[in-house]
Nanobody, 123 residues
Framework: QVQLVESGGGLVQAGGSLRLSCAAS????????MGWFRQAPGKEREFVAG????????NYADSVKGRFTISRDNAKKTVYLQMNSLKAEDTAVYYC????????????????WGQGTQVTVSS
């Protein structure tokens, strides 16, 4: 079993930055690909960014490319999402998720989920 706890959300003005963290506990963190997803009110959950177990390969949604950066520290069992140049449309609940082995963009492919952290960007 893996437990995931997100932190770092909050209220920020458009153009600002936030860094989300997702701390994992339980089974071997380094075996998992990690993903960040988000869900805005009235919308479906969508993929934001993902990173493979080694950290050597990442993937981003087109809407966040060049603004968001995903990284991980396997020694600390933590994955991060650095969000810069935030826009009002980035407002959502952000979730981290874990799955064994390879990176996927579909939320149904992820086994473990955190409880989410709210990010609100004011325009």
């Amino acid at each position: 079993q893996v437990q995931l706890v997100e932190s770092g959300g909050g209220l920020v003005q458009a153009g600002g930055s936030l860094r989300l963290s997702c701390a994992a506990s339980g089974r071997t963190f380094s075996s998992f690909a990690m993903g960040w997803f988000r869900q805005a009110p009235g919308k479906e959950r969508e993929f934001v960014a993902g990173i493979i177990w080694s950290g050597t390969s990442t993937n981003y949604a087109d809407s966040v490319k060049g603004r968001f950066t995903i990284s991980r520290d396997n020694a600390k069992k933590t994955v991060y999402l650095q969000m810069n140049s935030l826009k009002a449309e980035d407002t959502a609940v952000y979730y981290c998720a874990a799955r064994y082995r390879d990176l996927r963009v579909e939320d149904t492919e992820y086994t473990y989920w955190g409880q989410g952290t709210q990010v609100t960007v004011s325009s």
